[in-house]
């Protein structure tokens, strides 16, 4: 079976898992790619127009996979930890799949959602692998494959790489740079090349260490995002709260570049959380948070991250003379 995986939203943060398991038992994982213009295009058109940038761009993905696969792997992610949840939007991801017409392909829609308990979770990935195979051993054994790719791939980012620098291959040394920035936001928003106009290897061809939420341990950032006063019920906000508070109180980066889409309503309460929580602290770290939707100009875009490094740069150099 070939089966369509669009290398879009929540792709970023469980690709190891899930294409391990379908190799496993014997699928055939096929990729949507990285986005393109047409592939944005495609999205931009079929959406609906409130919806935020991430969304069309995924519409645009399931679009390039038609004709090409048996079925899309769409996971319905309602939560992933007790007491928490997802976006809404990956809550009726599948349904909204649907409502695309165009000939989409069958879709396959575990519903994954812990609040339920690890028994019910174990019997959906089991229902799921009977799409390939009728062996519940094999099935489980092939989830435990995937759950240890998953593990190896955390490691690894924990390690200093970025989820993209594995996805190409790519050894990066930045031990030339003499600035450490802090990109924070959604995994989507900020190792998506496209919507990101690049924004990693650029911020690195100006001399900049980046580093990101991916390579925190999840148990820190969980601790950080734990003492604000606002509990928030969104895990994946949460992670993005937890990133940039371990960042600011440790004064960990020179500066913290925040990456937002358009329309984003969990991401707005986060960065005014974040704005009002890092006032209150008399956080040092200099901050700046970035839109962008699909007419973001990258000329526009570049000019703000040149001034933003060009600021840190200047007060890192003014900070070391006074204390020389
Ligand atoms: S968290 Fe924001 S950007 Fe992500 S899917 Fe939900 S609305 Fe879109």
Redesign the pocket.
């Given at each position: 079976m070939k089966i369509g995986y669009p290398q879009a939203?929540l792709y970023y943060k469980y690709f190891p898992l899930w294409e391990t398991f379908f190799n496993k038992l014997g699928a055939e994982i096929i990729l949507s790619g990285q986005t393109s213009k047409k592939i944005l295009n495609m999205g931009a058109v079929e959406a609906e127009n409130e919806l935020?940038l991430?969304?069309k761009v995924f519409y645009g993905h399931l679009l390039s996979l038609v004709d090409k696969v048996d079925s899309v792997f769409i996971p319905r992610i309602v939560s992933v930890e007790k007491n928490a949840f997802t976006?809404p939007?990956?809550m009726g991801l599948p349904d909204m799949a649907r409502a695309v017409g165009h000939q989409v392909p069958r879709i396959i829609d575990p519903v994954i959602d812990l609040r339920q308990g690890w028994k019910q979770y174990l019997d959906t990935i089991v229902g799921l692998g009977k799409e390939l195979s009728p062996s519940r051993v094999k099935i489980l054994s092939a989830y435990r494959a995937g759950v240890k790719s998953l593990h190896e791939y955390k490691e690894k980012t924990v390690a200093g790489v970025t989820p993209i620098d594995i996805i190409d291959n790519r050894e990066v040394d930045d031990s030339g740079a003499d600035i450490k920035i802090g990109l924070a936001g959604?995994p989507y928003n900020i190792y998506d090349k496209y919507t990101s106009m690049n924004l990693i290897k650029r911020m690195r061809e100006m001399g900049v260490a980046v580093t990101t939420g991916e390579m925190i341990e999840d148990r820190v950032i969980e601790r950080e995002a734990a003492t604000l006063p606002k509990d928030l019920f969104w895990t994946?906000e949460r992670e993005v709260v937890g990133t940039i508070s371990h960042w600011s109180r440790r004064s960990s980066v020179d500066g913290i570049i925040y990456i937002l889409?358009f329309p984003?309503?969990?991401?707005s309460l986060v960065q005014a959380l974040l704005e009002h929580e890092m006032r209150k602290e008399k956080s040092t770290v200099p901050m700046m948070s970035l839109v962008i939707d699909e007419h973001s100009a990258e000329a526009g875009f570049l000019t703000r991250i040149e001034a933003f490094v060009d600021m840190v740069r200047r007060k890192k150099r003014l900070s070391r003379q006074k204390v020389g």
């Open positions: 939203l935020c991430p969304v976006c939007k990956f959604h994946y889409a984003c309503g969990p991401d």
